[in-house]
Structures are given as structure tokens and as C-alpha cells.
């Protein structure tokens, strides 16, 4: 008989955000952060292209 | 309920430590994006769920040794550590990319002439914080996890901060030189096209005497 894992010890699923889909299923987000229910978050690989364009201005 | 021991309560003072830094980040870093930083948040989330770990042990929920105690306060302490580098990233990028919208459309001589400080103070210490905080991939970019260098790096950012103010404050100072410019710069322009007419009449007068003299017979 396999042992039943400690609730306490599973580490809880990351965040998995997408602005498109966000703001199509806006009502089912209602309940949780009001940015990210109006689909305004940004992910990591949103910021890593940001990144490169910003490291490429240069200031005047 | 079991105390936390002298070890358990310096780590959970630090965390409170780290939390106050990070929270700051992340409100700072929702006002200049309008967006939250789902990355930070993860962490935030994942600091908390080691947080309750220790407290179903402390509260009697389960039994666990000391060592499971020290582990999630370590990792509670790691997360937020890491969310703090994050957002420390993320603000030093938008904080570069909000001073360019501001500036960009100001010609260099505006701004020597206008606000010295712009390029005295104020691009040294962006292109600074650029180069001094670093991004944080795995443990050895950070080198050992200490508050004293989160307080350095959020005293860059702080410091970028108040260069807002600044700017702002020289924006109508700014735009009336840069109209001045292209006015001035304008009447020049003007002047000159009224001189090329002049010539060109000038010259359209005297060929046509000269072909009237050359065609009329003596």
C-alpha cells in the first residue's frame, strides 16, 4: 500500500498567467488579484523580451 | 504551541526584515508597470507555503524535528530572497525605460543647457545600477543571501526614484527651451529660404536682361 503524501510537504503549482485568456474568462478570475483578473501581470519570459529592447535604448 | 529557539528567531527576523524590502519593491514596482510581476508573486507564494509548514510543526498539526523547522525557515527566507532580486531586476529595466520616454524627445543641447544634472548625475546612475545589481539565476550570482546588499541595491533604486521627481519638476523648463530651439531654429530656416528667393529673382532678373542685350540687335 503506497504511503499518502503530506499535504504540507507538496509544493503548490506556479502561477501560470496568460493576459489573453485572462481577460476572455474574466468572470472565473473575479475572486483573486483584481490587476491579474484584468489580465495586467507580466511573466517571466514577457520581461526576459522587454529586457533585451531596454538594454538596447540608449539614453539621450 | 512550542517557542521558536534563539536560532529559529533570528532566521524569522530576518524574514520579516526581508518582507519589509520586498513588499516596498513590489507595490513600486506595480505603480510604474500597472501590472503585477507574476514571477515575485510565485515566490511570495511559495515563502508563505514553507512559512506554514513551520507553523503546523510550532502549532502541534504534526511532529517534526528541528532540522524540518530550520529547512522551511531557510527556504521561506530563500524565496523571498529571490522574489526581492526579481523585482529589484524588473524596476531597475522599467526604471531606465520610463527616464528614456521622458527625455527622448529633448535635443542634447536642451538638456546641457537645461538640466546638467541629467547627464552629471542622472545617467551615470542609471547606466550604474544596470551594471551593480545582479540578476539572480542560482546562488552564485548573489554570493551569500545578506540584508546588507538588499539595502544597498534598494538604495540604488531609491535613488532613481527621487530622479523622477527631478525630471518632472524640469519638464516645463525642458519644453519651453526645446520650443525656443525649434522656433529660433525655424526663423533661420526661414530666412534663409527668403535669401535663396532673392538670389533666384536676382538672378532670373539679370539673365533676362542679359539674353534682352545678347537678342536686341545693336
Known amino acids: 500500500m503506497t504511503k499518502k503524501k503530506d499535504v504540507w510537504d507538496i509544493d503548490l503549482p506556479q502561477i501560470k498567467f496568460n493576459r489573453e485568456s485572462t481577460k476572455q474568462q474574466a468572470q472565473k478570475y473575479r475572486m483573486g488579484n483584481v490587476k491579474l483578473a484584468l489580465g495586467r501581470g507580466r511573466t517571466r519570459e514577457e520581461f526576459e523580451k522587454d529586457r533585451k529592447r531596454i538594454l538596447e535604448l540608449r539614453l539621450p | 504551541m512550542d517557542h521558536f529557539d534563539a536560532e529559529e528567531a533570528e532566521t524569522l527576523e530576518k524574514i520579516a526584515k526581508l518582507y519589509n524590502y520586498e513588499k516596498g519593491l513590489m507595490i513600486y514596482a506595480e505603480e510604474l508597470a500597472d501590472e503585477s510581476f507574476i514571477p515575485a508573486i510565485n515566490e511570495i507564494k511559495d515563502a508563505f507555503d514553507h512559512l506554514m509548514r513551520v507553523f503546523s510543526v510550532k502549532f502541534g498539526l504534526r511532529e517534526r524535528d528541528s532540522n524540518y523547522v530550520n529547512d522551511n ?31 527622448k524627445d529633448f535635443s542634447r543641447e536642451t538638456l546641457v543647457k537645461v538640466f546638467p544634472e541629467y547627464y552629471n548625475t542622472i545617467v551615470p546612475e542609471i547606466e550604474s545600477a544596470m551594471q551593480k545589481i545582479p540578476r539572480y539565476k542560482s546562488e552564485k550570482d548573489i554570493g551569500n543571501p545578506n540584508l546588507e546588499s538588499v539595502k544597498g541595491y ?53 539673365g533676362a536682361i542679359i539674353s534682352y542685350l545678347i537678342m536686341t540687335p545693336s
Open chain 2, 73 to 103: 525557515l531557510d527556504a521561506t527566507f530563500r524565496h523571498l530572497y529571490r522574489a526581492t532580486f526579481d523585482l529589484l531586476d524588473f524596476i531597475r529595466f522599467l526604471q531606465k525605460e520610463r527616464i528614456y520616454e521622458s527625455v
Open chain 2, 154 to 206: 534598494v538604495e540604488i533604486i531609491e535613488g532613481t526614484k527621487t530622479h523622477f521627481a527631478k525630471i518632472n519638476e524640469r519638464m516645463p523648463s525642458l519644453v519651453d527651451y526645446e520650443n525656443r530651439m525649434k522656433r529660433e531654429e525655424q526663423q533661420k530656416e526661414m530666412k534663409q529660404y527668403a535669401i535663396y528667393g532673392i538670389i533666384a529673382i536676382v538672378a532670373a532678373a539679370i
